[in-house]
């Protein structure tokens, strides 16, 4: 193909006698937008470190720009034109947004002496092409992650990029920072004919950007194909090996019983505005809206991490006082946070800490010492309840994947009894099939008595798992939805009206 | 202005405005040419060591045995004099000063940069190490009657005088070396891609690597100038004050960290400007030798001096959080 940038045939690789790839064929045209899908360690890291040079393939050959590559190193894959933008975006905090996107070609100039009015025409330049409008002064550091992704985009720009290989460009954006994300790599390819590669696990934007999609699985290519080939059923069933049908939660809570809480014209300055609703033992209740609209701030209420101003919270009928976490905690809420690398779990610690961490009061003697016994009854209860997919719950949480992470998380609380959990976000950076399973989860949970109150803007998430879903916009729940009564584009057309 | 307002030095600045105002309107002698020219001349030491100290923070290091160095390389030199010549001129003691200084400072780069160990506890080994080796084998008598007769000519040294009432105030040269010092920098961080490269290690190790700077080089660059740095100032120190006592200097370290962070320098590396530094000096200088004048006893003195650090690295730190937090809003926990 005359439009071919770069060819992988038979590319394998194994890491200390396990095989991570196993003969994987695919190529990247130029000026086209390719996804790689796959679960967690599927093998899509190892792919692109291998593009990038990091990695030496066992076997196979690379072909990029017509040229065979015997051996890749980094400053090849560079000078190749191919340019890997990490999850991390190797940005420097500490150094505005003009000399971050200069240094590195300031760097491969061999230059000694920096001249700033060159920086800031570099960057100046390197912005304009991608239509985005930055102060060139301001600190990295201050940006928001949508910003520092596209000032990675302009720092690869300048370094004359012609694939670049972006790493869960998503997973910390808005959907409308995706839209820019999305219009922005539009631009390129077509102005500059820029190959890109995503490597992605939502499905929805994989189905909505991705001209050529490449799904992996166990270190072998799957399948390839063309845009129209795919669509969600397949996309799940490249990736998993086997189907996922799509649930519903059809259920109708029993009115006789009092509700686990009930919240009456709650406000809270801007954020919370005459806030009503009730939950209901069984009930999975989605709430949802877009950034800003509220949504974290309601849990944040009901967890008594935001302060309330007006309004009354009932639990089982019996007015309740929620001023701090420790309220919470002491009228059965429980909470998962969103960021659960930073607020829910201790990474380094092992998983068996992490998961008494809220009982161990209850796990001692009379002395006050633990009883290492009991603790590890414990832990070995919850990690076989919630098929925790660990060798050894002595090992630190950070050696689990995202879903298995979100599992201790869970089992954290769980352990505690809590008769509602507020979940926030239950399933972000989470893979498909770990996904499904932390679905049936929270379903059991609710079949066994406990009220759950699920914030998501991920729509089919909303749809299989709740049984009801109140929307919100600027602080206000605006409409209750019966998933039965709806679908996901007049969903998602509600959700992002503002 | 409000970006003006919002950095670290603004707030120095005024700090130092209003303690001199406050000292100088209880007790005019503060004023004076006199006073001011003790005030700078006790900022040249200080003042050259925060610019290696600086530089190291500003790379996410610490470094503590430079005070280690500079009576090492001060004492050797000396008594390097006393064997060969001791009318050397002063020129010669500076240069060997400096390079005792290199030699030592790339003592701790070794460690560093190819050992990637931590910083502050090489240079804490390091500092023991220095003096001690000192102490041990160089010497650990006081040199003063005997001190070489071009250090005496330095101390005297001077370029301004202006008469006072009762005698006249002097300058001494040396404050033009500090300055010069601070200039050379100032350039060097701000105008070369080594100074560049020192603020990126400093604020993303990782990123550093990856976009191709040859982080050890840089370390043995930076721990090299910090000890070549410190053995100037130690030759200064002696110097100035015509006597070599191996006991002198060390102790000074965190007095001279204070006087940086003071300036704006992040502990944990990646921020800190030149201006921002020599105004930390100026601050910790003038409360070491003026709060005496409003009558805070002297033992009084280190309790302002810590009160100063507290309020003048928090206050900065509170408006970050502050910031950033409303920033990010509360939207997204």
């Not at chain 1, 397949?234 to 799509?246: A, C, Q, V």
């Not at chain 1, 989470?430 to 406990?450: F, Y």
């Not at chain 2, 001494?172 to 560049?196: D, E, N, S």
Request: hydrophobic share 45%; aromatic share 6%.
């Amino acid at each position: 193909m005359a439009n071919e940038f770069l060819n992988l045939t038979g590319i394998s690789k194994s890491f200390a006698g396990v095989h991570a790839l196993r003969n994987v064929d695919f190529s990247i045209e130029r000026g086209r937008i390719h996804c790689l899908v796959g679960e967690n360690g599927s093998g899509k890291s190892t792919i692109i470190k291998i593009i990038a040079g990091v990695y030496e393939r066992d076997s196979g050959s690379i072909v990029i720009n017509g040229k065979e590559f015997e051996k890749l190193s980094p400053i090849d894959a560079i000078r190749e034109g191919i340019q890997v933008i990490y999850q991390d975006f190797s940005l420097f905090p500490n150094l505005t947004v003009a000399e971050n996107i200069a240094l590195n070609q300031a760097l491969r100039d061999g230059r000694r002496f920096v001249n700033w009015r060159h920086v800031h025409s570099i960057a100046a330049d390197a912005l304009a092409q991608i239509e985005v409008d930055i102060p060139l002064n301001a600190t990295v550091g201050e940006m928001s992650v949508a910003n520092k992704q596209l000032i990675a985009i302009a720092k690869a720009l300048r370094q004359q990029a012609q694939l670049i290989i972006m790493d869960e460009p998503t997973s910390a954006l808005t959907g409308r920072e995706i839209k820019v994300l999305f219009s922005v790599i539009r631009k390129l390819q077509e102005r500059q004919s820029i190959a890109f590669l995503f490597v992605s696990h939502k499905l929805d934007e994989v189905l909505e950007i991705s001209e050529t999609t490449i799904v992996i699985r166990n270190g072998k290519t799957v399948s390839a194909g063309e845009r129209g080939e795919y669509d969600g059923a397949r996309l799940i069933y490249d990736m998993t090996g086997h189907t996922i049908t799509e649930k519903v939660y059809d259920f109708e809570p029993d009115l006789s019983q009092p509700p686990l809480i009930k919240v009456e014209n709650l406000n809270a300055g801007a954020a919370l505005i005459d806030i009503n609703l009730a939950l209901r033992a069984g009930e999975i209740v989605g709430v949802t809206g877009l950034l800003g609209s509220g949504r974290t701030e309601l849990a944040l209420a009901l967890y008594g991490m935001l302060p309330i101003e007006s309004g009354r919270i009932y639990i089982n009928n019996k007015p309740a006082v929620i001023r701090s976490n420790r309220d919470a905690i002491a009228h059965g809420i429980g909470y998962v946070p969103e960021d659960r690398l930073s607020e829910g779990l201790f990474l380094e610690q092992s998983i068996a800490r992490n998961v008494v961490v809220r009982t161990i009061d209850g796990l001692r003697n009379a002395l006050g010492l633990t009883i290492p016994q009991k603790i590890s009854e414990q832990v070995n209860q919850w990690v076989n309840a919630l098929r925790i997919k660990t060798p050894d719950p002595a090992l630190p949480v950070k050696t689990l994947s995202g879903g298995n992470q979100q599992r201790v998380v869970l089992a954290k609380w769980l352990a505690s009894n809590p008769g509602i959990m507020i979940l926030n976000g239950p399933t972000v950076g989470v893979d498909i099939g770990s996904k499904d399973e932390l679905h049936d989860l929270m379903k059991k949970l609710a079949g066994e008595g406990m009220g759950l109150l699920v914030i998501s803007d991920d729509i089919p998430e909303l749809l299989q798992t709740c049984n009801r879903v109140l929307l919100m916009r600027h602080g206000r729940i605006v409409e209750e939805i019966k998933p039965k009564d709806t679908n996901e584009g007049e969903l998602s057309s509600k959700l992002i009206k503002d | 202005m409000k970006r003006l307002l919002r950095r670290n030095e603004t707030l120095v600045a005024i700090t130092l405005v209003i303690l001199c105002l406050v000292i100088g309107f209880n007790n005019p002698t503060f004023f004076t040419w006199g006073n001011i020219f003790v005030l700078l001349r006790g900022s040249i030491v200080t003042g050259i060591f925060a610019m290696g100290v600086l530089i190291v923070l500003i790379s996410g290091g610490i470094d503590v045995s430079f005070t280690a160095i500079g009576i090492f390389a001060l004492y050797s030199t000396v008594k390097l004099f006393l064997y060969f010549d001791p009318n050397a001129p002063i020129w010669l003691g500076f240069l060997i000063a400096a390079t005792i200084g290199l030699g030592l400072g790339l003592i701790n780069a070794f460690f560093i940069a190819r050992f990637k160990l931590p910083t502050l506890i090489v240079t804490l080994g390091t500092l023991s190490m220095f003096h001690g080796f000192l102490l041990f084998t160089i010497g650990n008598r006081i040199i003063r009657q005997d001190i070489p007769p071009s250090l005496t000519a330095f101390a005297r040294a001077t370029v301004i005088q202006v008469p006072q009432t009762r005698g006249t105030a002097s300058l001494h040269p040396a404050i033009f070396l500090m300055i010069a010092i601070a200039i050379m920098v100032w350039l060097l961080l701000k105008y070369t891609m080594l100074g560049r490269g020192i603020y990126a290690l400093g604020g993303a190790p990782e990123a550093a690597e990856r976009a191709g700077f040859n982080v050890t080089r840089i370390q043995y660059f930076i721990y090299g100038f910090v000890g070549l740095l410190s053995g100037i100032a130690g030759m200064t120190f002696g110097a100035l004050a015509r006597q070599a006592n191996p006991q002198d200097i060390v102790g000074m370290e965190l007095n001279v960290i204070a006087a940086v962070v003071l300036g704006g320098a992040y502990l944990t590396g990646g921020r800190g400007t030149v201006i921002g530094t020599l105004l930390g000096v100026a601050l910790v200088v003038i409360a070491n030798n003026s709060l005496i004048l409003i009558g805070v006893p002297t033992v009084w003195q280190r309790v302002v001096i810590g009160l100063i650090i507290l309020v003048g690295t928090g206050i900065p730190a509170i408006q970050e959080r502050r910031a950033g937090q409303r920033a990010s809003g509360l939207t997204e926990m």
